[in-house]
Nanobody
Framework: QVELVESGGGLVQPGGSLRLSCAAS????????MGWYRQAPGNKRELVAS???????AYGDSVKGRFAGSRDNAKNTVYLQMNSLKPEDTAVYYC??????????????WGQGTQVTVSS
């Protein structure tokens, strides 16, 4: 009942920036938390950023100070501004949203993933 559409991935040089977007659509009462995970080959999927409905953010240690997440609740969209990118940031980035489908039912939804490659 929730569809997540990601955009903004691509190839960037070390030190560069990218901005990812993820828009949610469907039938739900609200989205409590939206954010991003990432996964590189051979690695565990790790939290990148989590953003609550009121805008509170949490970040994975490896991206603190470089990445910034934000939300536009009117558009049901979450953003990830990635600065000072490093080759180690290369991964597939997955958007997620935890939505309230009813008063007593919630569901975590995942986007299809978008590739971010940081390379010279």
């Amino acid at each position: 009942q929730v569809e997540l559409v990601e955009s903004g991935g691509g190839l960037v040089q070390p030190g560069g920036s990218l901005r990812l977007s993820c828009a949610a659509s469907g039938s739900f009462l609200s989205i409590n938390t939206m954010g991003w995970y990432r996964q590189a080959p051979g690695n565990k999927r790790e939290l990148v950023a989590s953003i609550t409905k009121d805008g509170s953010t949490a970040y994975g240690d490896s991206v603190k100070g470089r990445f910034a997440g934000s939300r536009d609740n009117a558009k049901n969209t979450v953003y990830l501004q990635m600065n000072s990118l490093k080759p180690e940031d290369t991964a597939v980035y997955y958007c997620y949203a935890h939505a309230s489908l009813s008063a007593n039912k919630g569901y975590t939804n995942w986007g299809q993933g978008t590739q971010v490659t940081v390379s010279s």
